[in-house]
């Protein structure tokens, strides 16, 4: 799967790279979401450059927000169905194809609601 990267902080033209990654699998208890929408914030480019109040452990994956379809559900999780739309809230590093999420981590999405729409709901 496709992944934005990025090893050291600076201006996210100069940091940032498109990296093949390993597409991950759910365990007992998380979720892989297919990521369908992700927006850039000042948030997103606030933390590559370094200037963000979090900042993650380097190596990491830039995006706070997005939206998606759950892919895969791991042994044991209730209340979501594969195909199902959803909004990951908390989750760092949705500029890639798949994320990880717990259950609860993932906020379902109405119908009426389009994937550029609800990929801003945390921030915006």
Not at 21 to 50: F, Q, W
Request: net charge negative; charged share 20%.
């Amino acid at each position: 799967m496709l992944s934005v990267k990025f090893s050291r902080f600076g201006k996210p033209e100069e940091v940032l790279e498109v990296q093949e990654v390993e597409t991950p699998s759910p365990k007992a208890g998380e979720v892989l979401v297919k990521m369908t929408a992700r927006p850039i914030n000042p948030s997103d480019l606030l933390t590559v450059a370094g200037l963000y109040g979090r900042l993650p452990k380097l190596p990491a994956t830039a995006g706070y927000e997005g939206a998606g379809v759950v892919e895969k559900l791991g042994e044991g999780v209730t209340g979501l169905q594969v195909g199902q739309r959803v909004i990951p809230l908390g989750v760092v590093g949705t500029w890639q194809e798949y994320i990880i999420a717990s259950p609860l981590q993932l906020l379902p999405t109405p119908d009426s609601l389009s994937d550029a729409l609800a990929a801003q709901f945390v921030v915006n």
